[in-house]
T-cell receptor, first 116, second 114 residues
Framework: KQEVTQIPAALSVPEGENLVLNCSFT??????LQWFRQDPGKGLTSLLL?????REQTSGRLNASLDKSSGRSTLYIAASQPGDSATYLC???????????????FGKGTKLSVKP | ETGVTQSPTHLIKTRGQQVTLRCSSQ?????VSWYQQALGQGPQFIFQ???????GRGNFPPRFSGLQFPNYSSELNVNALELDDSALYLC?????????????FGPGTRLTVT
């Protein structure tokens, strides 16, 4: 059974710090891995999607990496700001999941708080 | 281009009642997936619809059912509501059902069962 784990569950940092969020997955046969941001009570905002053939993607202050062999992805946030405070979720699209090849499997998220 | 929309935004129901949630897919997308997100958890896959047929289902009981219409919009129906059904329900659309295609999420419907 494919599982996605995110560590840490919560993280509090002072403004300006660079930080890394971790995501691990048990099945390396994935189509892609995606990072989302979720503000309290809101839906999901897609941040970065990494195809299985790629090693990393960048958008502004965000950089996501993918290492299928070790079953890990990291989201790097540079120069954090209070506006970055949110829950960050990773999800993969497994080739082997029995329910449907099209569904995403999510971790529980990392709740980030950036203090001014 | 219109993104994924969901209605209603919020809903309060009583245990045992039935509820219908609606989702309009992004233009050109023929696949809709539904997810349930309980408080403090990641979203869990409920089912997917492709060309008006169910195309895969997660570990949810039959009282969770759905429909997809010719314009690719979709409904999620939940019968005999239980307190544990309280959650944020998210729908996502994609160009095709394969996991190779990115899913685009709507803002969600917050369901509270009392």
């Amino acid at each position: 059974k494919q599982e996605v784990t995110q560590i840490p569950a919560a993280l509090s940092v002072p403004e300006g710090e660079n930080l890394v969020l971790n995501c691990s997955f048990t099945d390396s046969a994935i189509y892609n891995l995606q990072w989302f941001r979720q503000d309290p009570g809101k839906g999901l905002t897609s941040l970065l999607l990494i195809q299985s053939s790629q090693r990393e993607q960048t958008s502004g202050r965000l950089n996501a990496s993918l290492d299928k062999s070790s079953g890990r992805s990291t989201l790097y946030i540079a120069a954090s700001q209070p506006g970055d405070s949110a829950t960050y979720l990773c999800a993969d699209s497994s080739m082997n999941y029995g329910g449907s090849q099209g569904n995403l499997i999510f971790g529980k998220g990392t709740k980030l708080s950036v203090k001014p | 281009e219109t993104g994924v929309t969901q209605s209603p935004t919020h809903l309060i129901k009583t245990r045992g009642q039935q509820v219908t949630l609606r989702c309009s897919s992004q233009s050109g997308h023929n696949t809709v997936s539904w997810y349930q997100q309980a408080l403090g958890q990641g979203p869990q896959f409920i089912f997917q619809y492709y060309r008006e047929e169910e195309n895969g289902r997660g570990n949810f009981p039959p009282r969770f059912s759905g429909l997809q219409f010719p314009n690719y919009s979709s409904e999620l129906n939940v019968n005999a509501l239980e307190l544990d059904d309280s959650a944020l329900y998210l729908c996502a659309s994609s160009l095709m059902p394969s996991g190779a295609y990115e899913q685009y999420f709507g803002p969600g419907t917050r369901l509270t069962v009392t």
